[in-house]
C-alpha cells in the first residue's frame, strides 16, 4: 500500500486549507483511513479517523474547526481545515489502517505553517 499525500502549505491564522491523500495498492474496504500531524518536539497525535461507511472521530481541539471525507471509489481520503491557528503547524501523516491484518501504512507527510 502506498499513501501519496498533498496538499499543505503557509496559510495565515484563521485561513483554510485542504488536504488530500490518494492511496494505491492492495486496499480493502474496511480500511480505516485518517490524518495524523507532529510538531516540532511533540509526539505524531490522531486528528480524525473515518472508517469505510463514513463514520469519522476527531480529536477535541480540532472538532468544528477539521472535516474529514473519504471517496471510496478513489480509495482518498481528504481533510478540510478551518479557522486554523498557529499551534496547528506541523508535519500532517495520513493513514490507513489494514484492519485485516492491523498493519498501519502512512504517507510521506505534508507541512502546514499557520502564520499570526
Aim: a neutral charge.
Amino acid at each position: 500500500v502506498q499513501l501519496q499525500a498533498s496538499g499543505g502549505g503557509l496559510v495565515q491564522a484563521g485561513g483554510s486549507l485542504s488536504l488530500s491523500c490518494a492511496a494505491s495498492g492492495r486496499i480493502s474496504s474496511s480500511d480505516v483511513m485518517g490524518w495524523y500531524r507532529q510538531a516540532p518536539g511533540l509526539e505524531r497525535e490522531l486528528l480524525a479517523r473515518i472508517d469505510s461507511g463514513g463514520s469519522t472521530n476527531y480529536v477535541d481541539s480540532v472538532k468544528g474547526r477539521f472535516t474529514i471525507s473519504r471517496d471510496n471509489a478513489e480509495n482518498t481520503v481528504y481533510l478540510q481545515m478551518n479557522n486554523l491557528k498557529p499551534e496547528d503547524t506541523a508535519v500532517y501523516y495520513c493513514n490507513l489502517l489494514d484492519v485485516r491484518n492491523w498493519v498501519n501504512y502512512w504517507g510521506q507527510g505534508t507541512l502546514v505553517t499557520v502564520s499570526s
